[in-house]
Nanobody, 125 residues
């Protein structure tokens, strides 16, 4: 059974940083793309960033480029999302995602293979 367990969310002020972690089990971690989506109240779940499993190339939605960084530690079966210069509009539930296929900016949430349970990030102004 695949499990993705996120941690690291919380309440911060605008301009602060947070690092989310996602520990994966039940899958061959180093043969899956790993990524992050988010869902704000009343909005659809959207792609945030991802990292592939061969070259570790990363992909980001435009609104987080230069502020967020996705990384992975294959030895620990863990993917991270480092979020810097946080803004109130980054407030959302952040979900870890795993997929057998590459996840880029056009990846639809409905097409993702595996999900974590989500972790809340609140950014106050």
């Amino acid at each position: 059974q695949v499990q993705l367990v996120e941690s690291g969310g919380g309440l911060v002020q605008a301009g602060d940083s947070l690092r989310l972690s996602c520990a994966a089990s039940g899958l061959t971690f180093n043969s899956h793309a790993m990524g992050w989506f988010r869902q704000a109240p009343g909005k659809e779940r959207e792609f945030v960033g991802s990292i592939d499993w061969i070259t570790s190339n990363t992909y980001y939605t435009d609104s987080v480029k230069g502020r967020f960084t996705v990384s992975r530690d294959n030895a620990k079966n863990t993917v991270y999302l480092q979020m810097n210069s946080l803004k109130p509009e980054d407030t959302a539930i952040y979900y870890c995602a795993a997929d057998k296929f590459l996840m880029t900016q056009t990846k639809r949430a409905v097409d993702v293979y595996y999900w974590g349970q989500g972790t809340q990030v609140n950014v106050s102004s």
